[in-house]
Every structure is written in C-alpha cells, then in structure tokens.
C-alpha cells in the first residue's frame, strides 16, 4: 500500500460544530486530493493540492476548506458541520497527476 | 467539461463465468480513464488506466479493458471471475492535461456467486 494515513478513521459530531480531517502521506508525492463517496455518487472530488500551499476547489468544494503548510500533510476542514456531509472521506495522493492511490478513509456522521 | 456513466448499478455473476462492466464517458479533450476497485471498507486500488497507445489494457487481477474512442466506452472485462472478484468497480476520466482531477462514474458492484 501507499504511504498514506488518514485520521481519525470515524468521527460522529453535532451540527454546527468544526471538524478537521487529516491525510499524511510518506512518499513525498506533489499532488494531494479529498474526496466524497455518496451512494449513487461515486467520488466527487472537494478540494486539490498540486504543492504546499498551492490548493484549488473541485466540485463540491462548498462548505470546506483545505490547507497544506507541509508536503506530507492535507487537512479537510468542516468550518461548522452540517447534516448533508455526513459522508465518506477519502484521501488520495499521486507522484505525476494522472495516477492517484487513495488513503482508507474516515467515516464521518454529523447528528 | 467531463462526465462518466457506468451503465449497470449491480451485475451478478457466477463464479468462473465471463463478465463485462460497461462505462461510457464525454468529452470534448482527450482523457485519460481508468478503473478501480473498492472491496467492502477499505479505499480505492487502481486496476488499470488508459493514457495513450495501445486501446487494450491489461490490468491487476486478470482485468483488462479497451478502450474505443468512437464509442467514447472504456468497458472493463475478465473472461473467468473468482468470488474474490465480489467488489465495487469505479470507471473515472480526467483531462489528460489538467492537474488530475478524476470524475468517478457512479460505481457497479460486482456480486460473484458459488
């Protein structure tokens, strides 16, 4: 498996709250991703790194908010929870752009 | 901009019989594809991708895949499935020049029966 962690692996919280979720990777890989797995959805793709500090939105970005300050770290943050990204998380890393290898995932449920 | 269709949710098979898992895509770029797996509560692998040459690809696990520009279809086969092969499969394309981002067609589970 690729180097790569994602913590906490489930977290349940309350609407309104803040939540971060982290991704470590250690392959010194440039290119970082998160994404959402809904059922009938697939992955949707929320934000996206290309190098540290260097972030951009994908197709669902509303809501959250990304930082990378470190190669090997990529936070997800939830500013305050709602119901609707009770979902699956998943991180996913790539050397070039075009080949991804993805984290385990963190299950999150917002109540 | 970019779109996948898996065309089947669920297909049963039994074991050791042949299986096809049909995703068409849009775009008006040239795109890369491919195909990954998820078995139940763990992340994505990678079974194969199509980034130029050769339109038959040949992947992990005994998968392979053609892809067929005119059809815009990228479908995924193998000739004789094990109930290992039991899993959910994602056909995802990206721009063959952008930053990687991928757009997942909507997945088809593969349920393999004795």
């Known amino acids: 498996d690729a180097g790569i962690t994602q913590s906490p692996r489930h977290k349940v919280t309350e609407t309104g709250t803040p939540v971060t979720l982290r991704c470590h990777q250690t392959?010194?890989?440039?290119?970082m991703y998160w994404y959402r797995q809904d059922p009938g959805h697939g992955l949707r793709l929320i934000h996206y790194?290309?190098?540290?500090?260097?972030?951009d939105k994908g197709e669902v970005s509303d809501g959250y908010s990304v930082s990378r300050s470190k190669t090997e770290d990529f936070l997800l943050t939830l500013e305050s929870a709602t119901s609707s990204q009770t979902s699956v998380y998943f991180c996913a890393i790539a050397p070039q752009s075009y080949e991804q290898y993805f984290g385990p995932g963190t299950r999150l449920t917002v109540t | 901009a970019q779109s996948v269709t898996q065309l089947d949710s669920q297909v049963p098979v039994f074991e050791e019989a042949p299986v096809e898992l049909r995703c068409n895509y849009s775009s008006s770029v040239s795109v890369y594809l491919f195909w990954y797996v998820q078995y139940p509560n763990q992340g994505l692998q990678l079974l194969l991708k199509y980034l130029s040459g050769s339109t038959l690809v040949k992947g992990i696990n005994g998968f392979e895949a053609e892809f067929n520009k005119s059809q815009t279809s990228f479908h995924l086969r193998k000739p004789s499935v094990h109930i290992s092969d039991t899993a959910e499969y994602f056909c995802?394309?990206?721009?063959?020049?952008?930053?990687?981002?991928?757009?997942f067609g909507q997945g088809t589970t593969l349920q393999v029966k004795p």
């Open positions: 790194s290309y190098g540290v500090k260097d972030t």
């Open positions: 995802a394309v990206s721009r063959s020049s952008n930053t990687g981002k991928l757009i």
């Open positions: 392959e010194n890989h440039r290119y």
